[in-house]
């Protein structure tokens, strides 16, 4: 089984910068698609990003240009790195291992392990 750890997440300010982390451990395949979503308050989960064992990253089209998927193969780390920070990205976001069957997708049923998340607060 798959472990995620989050962290990373605090009280930001308007235009600032976030960088999440996820510890990966645990039985991990190389097929598995890595991805974070996140949710905000009384909203339903959203995909942000999604990278697969080659490194090839997708983005949420609505956070093109400011997000930044990432993956250290040496520490088994997965990074999310946001960028021009609003209100609008208050939630709590979580890292997610897929299904080795499924290819990556922001649907979040396709994945398998979830961390507990860590919460992100960006005041104006």
């Known amino acids: 089984q798959v472990r995620l750890v989050e962290s990373g997440g605090g009280s930001l300010q308007t235009g600032g910068s976030l960088k999440l982390s996820c510890a990966v451990s645990?039985?991990?395949?190389?097929?598995?698609?890595m991805a974070w979503f996140r949710q905000g308050s009384g909203k339903e989960r959203e995909g942000i990003a999604t990278?697969?064992?080659?490194?090839?990253?997708t983005s949420a089209y609505s956070l093109k240009g400011r997000v930044k998927i990432s993956h250290d193969d040496a520490t088994n780390t997965l990074y999310l790195t946001l960028h021009g920070l609003h209100p609008g990205d208050t939630a709590m976001y979580y890292c997610?291992?897929?299904?080795?069957?499924?290819?990556?997708?922001?649907?979040?049923?396709?994945?398998?392990?979830w961390g507990r998340g860590t919460q992100v607060t960006v005041s104006s």
């Open positions: 997610a291992s897929g299904d080795p069957r499924r290819p990556c997708s922001f649907v979040s049923g396709d994945y398998v392990s």
């Open positions: 645990g039985y991990t395949s190389g097929n598995m698609c």
């Open positions: 990278i697969d064992m080659y490194g090839s990253a």
